[in-house]
């Protein structure tokens, strides 16, 4: 029997904007890293789903680096895109720019890799459609995002052992 061919679909990025209200703040008065955290879960979750039309989870959040605070007032730009894919799983990689409204300066803030899992309708995993790797920049995340999670699976791999 034939096996269905596995439909290759380009994967639109996808940006967010928030603002920074002052129930967002941490007791240094900058944005609450947990609160940035779950802005970018949302952004690649939405950015997954919209690619693959399917609902999907989060199975790791991975190499989050902080670079630059964000303050009070400040518009939060995260942008998400998939950048590798497996078999069930795929790594959206979200970055985070701040803008000072009143100032108009935009500075590069945060960054990090979440591997999330299409669901069916019986929320198992199901397979994902693949994503073209145009030139040597695609193929080059691909690869970073790939060692990622295997990183992730290998340490969760060692925890299981003892
Ligand atoms: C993620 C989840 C669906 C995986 O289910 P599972 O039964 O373990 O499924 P599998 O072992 O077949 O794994 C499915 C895929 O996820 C990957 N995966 C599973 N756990 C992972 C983890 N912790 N980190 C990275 N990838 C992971 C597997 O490598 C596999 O990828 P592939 O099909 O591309 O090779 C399940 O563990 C789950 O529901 N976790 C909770 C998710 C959640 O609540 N997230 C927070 C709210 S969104």
Same mark, same amino acid.
């Given at each position: 029997? #034939?096996?269905p061919q596995r439909e290759t679909?380009?994967?639109?990025?996808?940006?967010?904007?928030?603002?920074?209200f002052p129930g967002d703040l941490n007791p240094n008065g900058v944005m609450f890293g947990? @609160?940035?955290?779950?802005?970018?879960?949302?952004?690649?979750?939405?950015?997954? &789903?919209?690619? &693959?039309?399917?609902?999907? $989870?989060t199975a790791s959040i991975d190499a989050i680096a902080f670079n630059s605070p964000i303050r009070?007032?400040?518009? $939060?730009?995260l942008t998400a895109r998939v950048v590798y894919v497996g078999n069930t799983s795929c790594v959206a990689f979200c970055s985070v720019h701040a803008q000072d409204i009143t100032t108009g300066d935009r500075f590069y803030c945060c960054e990090g890799y979440f591997t999330i899992v299409g669901l069916d309708s019986n929320s198992k995993?199901?397979?994902?459609?693949?994503?073209?790797? #145009? #030139?040597?920049? #695609?193929?080059?995340?691909?690869?970073?995002? @790939?060692?990622?999670?295997?990183?992730?699976?290998?340490?969760?791999?060692?925890? @299981?052992?003892?």
């Open positions: 029997m #034939d096996t679909r380009a994967a639109e990025p996808l940006t967010m904007y928030e603002i920074v947990g @609160k940035l955290v779950a802005l970018m879960d949302i952004c690649t979750a939405l950015c997954v &789903s919209r690619w &693959s039309r399917r609902p999907c $989870v009070h007032g400040q518009m $939060v730009e995993p199901t397979v994902l459609p693949m994503i073209p790797l #145009d #030139d040597e920049t #695609d193929r080059r995340e691909w690869e970073h995002a @790939k060692l990622i999670k295997e990183h992730m699976l290998a340490r969760l791999e060692l925890r @299981k052992q003892g």
